[in-house]
């Protein structure tokens, strides 16, 4: 190969080495949120539907009314809340999902007067969630690791030798594979309980 053609040959590697770079810390950024926003959603979501948080009750369903269109869609029922305790009554709380007017559900209402479902099916929704974000937070260190290692080839091997030994290597490709059983597991929990929930 002539020099010229080396010399041409440098600048579209480095050009597609950024490239590639900018590709792995735009996923690394976008897994990483996503997976933390997740992860905090559901866990908060978790403690109203195991019942370790709010105000336990039951919620009769009056209307609802659907928003948007697409994956911007969103239905919101409205209805009376009683406390068990028959303390707290709400005329005008809310719930994020779609239900028969009528419906009588047990519920936990939070401080701003949203109830939110309980039970088995909420619980594993939640679950799987977490699961899936807890993946989406690894996705998106391997994309920063995967771009450090491409932007610094040899100072990125050195750092990943002592950051990923065989040992830990081996403990989160065991971690993702139970995240996955779990996903799967908990996700299929969820659909048969919202399926069979009236």
Request: some cysteine; hydrophobic content about 40%; aromatic content about 8%.
């Amino acid at each position: 190969m002539r020099a010229d053609d080396t010399s041409k040959t440098e600048p579209r590697a480095l050009l597609g080495r950024v490239c590639l770079v900018l590709v792995m810390l735009f996923f690394g950024v976008l897994f990483s949120t996503a997976g933390v926003a997740g992860t905090v959603v559901s866990a908060d979501g978790l403690k109203y539907s195991t019942r370790t948080s709010g105000t336990p009750g039951l919620l009769k369903i009056f209307n609802c009314a659907t928003k948007g269109t697409g994956k911007q869609k969103r239905t919101t029922c409205f209805g009376e809340f009683r406390s068990d305790d028959h303390r707290v009554v709400d005329g005008f709380s809310s719930i994020d999902r779609s239900y028969k007017e009528g419906t009588v559900l047990p519920v936990q209402r939070d401080g701003d007067g949203n109830c939110h479902a309980v039970g088995v099916a909420p619980t594993a929704h939640q679950l799987t969630v977490i699961c899936l974000s807890a993946v989406g937070i690894m996705a998106g260190l391997a994309s920063f690791c995967s771009a450090f290692s491409t932007a610094m080839p040899r100072t990125g091997s050195r750092i990943g030798a002592v950051l990923w030994p065989p040992r830990v290597a081996r403990l989160v490709g065991r971690l993702c594979i139970a995240l996955g059983i779990g996903f799967a597991g908990f996700g299929a929990v969820a659909v048969i309980g919202w399926l069979i929930t009236p």
